[in-house]
């Protein structure tokens, strides 16, 4: 670092510390915000030695801590506050979407995160060797498995009906890395694995949402889900996997095809994820719904992707209304692009499969997902989800609505 970037570097720090003096909360974090506007892709580039460094969300923010005191909760802070129920949180994550809010709404330092956060995890690195080998993972929560060109991704949280929590986000990224990293896979598949829960046993499900239960309990967190799950898995599977390769000169990420196998239903979070897949196959008797205003949460970048794929009404009314759309009814066509038997899901997966593998499926995927999901337009909307979204999960009506849904087992809302 020179001493003209030592000095301003200083300058900076003087300022952050700066927006933790007023007494009041309120005034304290519109300062932190104004701080935030005026000064992110300076603090961005101190944090990442001018962009040469790719930080994840986590090592960002502790990074910042450490650099920045008082722009952003100490790890320890966050570490006692996560210990507590969510009811009884002091809140210091608002403070952190403040933060992501300012490096998101940054073109350059945003743009860079949003790049950072398609690299392969560690995780997926170290097990890749052992799934090329084997052409099997079995990661906890999710189940993979080569099957010729396609791999199939199975959620295998059968006691809690797929309900997605810290947990399975790492898992689906790692699943997700090693699909897109492994040149033996040319299609991926996800599909909702046989449920223990007393009320499905025996049956499969695609995915109940988020896991509500520990989101009462504070075991949902910001960065490792509610932001970690946008920007990287389900960002991974619109726009591939960002890695030197050699034909990088082509494209410096590595993308395929993918596939979503809707058994059961897909809820909340569940039916989010439909909305990157290029292919959604779902049983006749499964429904998918959005209960966005049920549960007082912003459903992700569902509200980005919905109503550019099913229209403004149908949008409107399961985010605002929590309509549920079965697949044997009409409107279930903006959504899903078969819909099967139950007994012949499998032999529709197959099909659909055999559909994608296609090397102009990957170049025509590429231009879709570029027109219908604008990187610059996701990375500004995922800036305002930060801040948003860190607001709404300490607001009153969302912590009633949470601990009463939690009261029983994990069950369809």
């Not at 506050?81 to 940054?106: N, Y």
């Not at 997605?164 to 599909?191: F, S």
């Not at 591939?240 to 058994?263: C, F, M, N, T, Y």
Request: aromatic fraction near 4%; glycine fraction near 8%; charged fraction near 25%.
């Amino acid at each position: 670092m020179t001493g003209v970037e030592a000095a301003r570097a200083g300058s900076l720090r003087a300022a952050a510390a700066a927006v933790r003096e007023p007494a009041d909360q309120h005034a304290s974090r519109s300062s932190r915000r104004a701080f935030m506007a005026a000064n992110a892709e300076a603090v961005y580039d101190v944090l990442t030695a001018g962009r040469t460094r790719h930080l994840r969300l986590g090592a960002l923010v502790e990074l910042a801590a450490a650099e920045f005191p008082g722009l952003v909760p100490t790890p320890d802070e966050l570490a006692q506050d996560a210990a507590r129920r969510q009811s009884d949180k002091r809140g210091l994550e608002i403070d952190v979407g403040i933060f992501m809010h300012g490096i998101l709404s940054a073109p350059v330092a945003g743009e860079h995160l949003v790049d950072a956060m398609l690299r392969p995890t560690p995780r997926a690195l170290a097990r890749l060797d052992e799934f090329r080998r084997t052409g099997a993972l079995d990661l906890g929560s999710v189940l993979v498995r080569r099957d010729g060109a396609a791999a199939h991704l199975t959620m295998c949280r059968g006691d809690r009906l797929n309900a997605e929590d810290n947990q399975q986000v790492e898992d689906m990224e790692t699943a997700v890395d090693v699909a897109l990293l492994d040149p033996a896979v040319r299609v991926g598949v996800v599909r909702g694995g046989v449920m223990d829960h007393p009320r499905y046993r025996g049956r499969r499900v695609f995915s109940a949402g988020i896991n509500l239960k520990e989101l009462s309990a504070g075991r949902i967190s910001l960065i490792d889900f509610l932001l970690r799950r946008e920007l990287g898995y389900l960002n991974k599977i619109v726009r591939g996997v960002r890695v030197d390769h050699e034909q990088s000169w082509r494209s410096p990420e590595i993308e395929k095809p993918w596939l979503a196998a809707v058994d059961g239903f897909a809820i909340g979070g569940g039916m989010q994820m439909l909305l990157v897949f290029d292919r959604v196959i779902a049983a006749s008797d499964a429904y998918l719904a959005l209960p966005a205003a049920k549960e007082g949460i912003v459903p992700g970048a569902g509200n980005l992707r919905l109503g550019r794929q099913a229209g403004a009404r149908l949008s409107r009314q399961m985010i605002l209304g929590g309509r549920r759309i079965r697949a044997s009814e009409p409107d279930a066509r903006l959504l899903v692009d078969e819909v099967a038997e139950p007994e012949d899901m499998d032999a529709s997966v197959e099909r659909g499969v055999a559909l994608l593998d296609s090397p102009a499926v990957v170049a025509n995927r590429r231009m879709v997902n570029l027109a219908e999901h604008p990187r610059d337009r996701f990375r500004t909307y995922m800036a305002e989800f930060a801040l948003q979204q860190s607001i709404r999960i300490y607001e009153d009506d969302v912590l009633g609505k949470v601990n009463r849904f939690s009261a029983g087992a994990a069950a369809p809302r």
